[in-house]
């Protein structure tokens, strides 16, 4: 039966993989200049896999990659290697993955092994655990500050010099040994980084006889090494707590008929599984037996639970709060939709922000320039007879130290990383660092009515007598014939009946009417259920009737007729009834100055009615998809333009926006792999959501670099000055790597 017009955006599905989904492919370019904002993995370093051209990838986990001029040491070290054909760095996971000749790959090996790292494949893992350093003992760092700090006093009680140079030899050796090798490394393969740069400057105060200068230096940096490492582990484990969601077995159903523990290694699809209250669920899986409420806030952000009987889906890592179940598997531990979601973040590296990829540049760029100029202040002042050569190279020295760019590096991936698993805590699912980043730049938002604005199914409104009749009698007709029939509009006057209790009667002789409706005999009684078009088929048409349905169809509702061989009974209106939370989404994004205009195949009256009810800027009516494209594209002049839809249906439009939202993507691997951003429930809420985390991670990303740059900036400019230490520079280096680190990090408490 046909009511109004069809859904249209339901007749075109074009495929996932077909050419509307081939969109915006510059944004997903992997540049591997510098680090990454990939999530954690999991326990180990991913298995190697081959490529159709013969080549291999084979990620490496290097736990002594901590920063980013590690990086460049590396990829110094293997890109002239023969058969490296490619090289991606993720510093926040300390993996290195490389595209290889098969051949090639204990040759890259002994290569990074030559500077002093620890490289690991998935089939040589020395650290079954985290990509987590691990923790040297404090002690000696202790013993060394301890020394450093006598090395002062004595230098203050001048006390005799030997005991100030014993003491600061003593803190260096207790504290360095490790910067030291790193540094000899470096400079070995021509490389300027960090250990490289203090190894020279301690060394070099030594020489000027700086004795405590030099020790306290050294263990300060070392100290701020170990700071700086254990608030990076935070960022790099701030998505693992999902993947510690999973239980490591579940309670599985024998062939015995017993109940087992079982690892989910050794569980198959299709294996029954029991879920006691209060455990978590190990696998995905389809409820086969009880009944429960499942809290799946951890995937979809939403804390109320949902209640699970026979046929629904439950998912890993979600919490059975109340009753018992069991359920049948039907995805393994690697394919379940947490495993999904946990791997779509960890990818999300390959889209780096614009902010990340100019600051990448501006560092390659930023280290030489200041080694230079340290290098001028050692010499050309004293050349010029502006002082002496000691103060000049002290200065210089000073210099280099602050010529690292960690702090500039690491403050946009571990901004980006926090913000990436700030949104996936709230179901929200962010491809990659530009969709996050971009975000803030949204100046319309589209969306699609059935299934987004609203709830995709119709719901029974209203309905009117048109004749003198027992009321009840004719909904129970009506209900009877529309129990028949599959069409949504029937459906759902057959749903308001149930729920009024209202008895049905025997039907014989039914038939479909294809757009028309259905036809029934009740009591040897013709019945007819349908659309106008039936009514003026059967002559029962009237300029009334039509003026009746019109003003219907403005309030946003479909009508359907109750007809029999002489008149129409009575109308019954249909409507897709919107979604609580639209009306306040819409609102909210509207307030962050975000246009909205819904898109639908229904009718424009339909469509108009029902975006002026949620409080929508336009509406568009009876589009087919690439219409919707089409007016996507007609917007892109005012800003960017975002696409909120199912991931299948809108696939054109999708592709057009510069921002495509799947909704309600929980269970759907369609839509997780296609859109820029998955909401995972059913919520338009995140998408003010998402709009604010992007704003305030722009403004993270904004402070951090003013933070690194402007105190460097100061503390090259007292230096000049001659105003600075060596112990200052080591404060501006390292401490600003711990403010911008600890800066981002706060993205996940918002």
Known sequence: MQHSHPHQHDQTKPAPNGPAYRKKTHAHETDTACCSSAMPDAAQAPAAAETRDGLQHTPIRILQMDCPTEEALIRKQLSSLPGVEALEFRLMQRLLTVTHQPAALPAILAAISSLGFTPETADKQTQPALATKPTSAWWPLALAGGAALAAEVADWLQAPAWLAAMLALLAIMGSGIGTYKKGWVALRHLTLNINALMSIAVTG???LGQWPEAAMVMVLFTLAERIEARSLDRARNAIDSLLQLSPPQATVLQADGSWQATALADIRIGSIARVAP??????????IRGHSSVNQSAMTGESMPVEKQPGDSVFAGTLNESGSFEYRVDALAGD???????HAVEQAQDAKAPTQRFVDRFARIYTPVVFLLALGVAVLPPLLGAGNWQDWIYKALVLLVIACPCALVISTPVTVVSGLAAAARRGILIKGGIWL?????????ALDKTGTI???KPEQTGWQLLVPGDAANVRSLAASLASHSDHPASRAVARAAAQDNIALQPVSSFSALPGLGVQGEI??????????????QQGLGSAALQSLLEQQQIQGNSVVLLLDEVSVLALFTVADTVRPDSRAAIAALQQLGIRTIMLSGDNQHTVSAMAASVGMDQARGELLPQDKADVLASLAGDGLVGMVGDGINDAPALAQADIGFAMGAMGSDTAIETADVALMEDNLARL???????????????????LALGIKAVFLLLTLLGMGSMWMAVFADVGASLLVVGNGLRLLRK
């Open 454 to 456: 609203t709830h995709g």
């Open 523 to 536: 009591a040897g009684r013709t019945l007819w259920l349908g659309n106008y078009r039936l009514a003026q």
């Open 336 to 342: 379940t939709m947490l495993a999904r979601i946990t």
């Open 205 to 207: 105060a030594l020489l």
């Open 278 to 287: 209060g455990e978590r669920i190990a696998l995905d899986g389809e409820v």
């Open 688 to 706: 003010p959501d998402f709009v604010r985390l992007s704003r305030a991670t722009h403004t993270i990303l904004v402070q951090n670099i003013a």
């Open 437 to 445: 980043e971009q975000g803030r730049r949204l100046r319309w938002l």
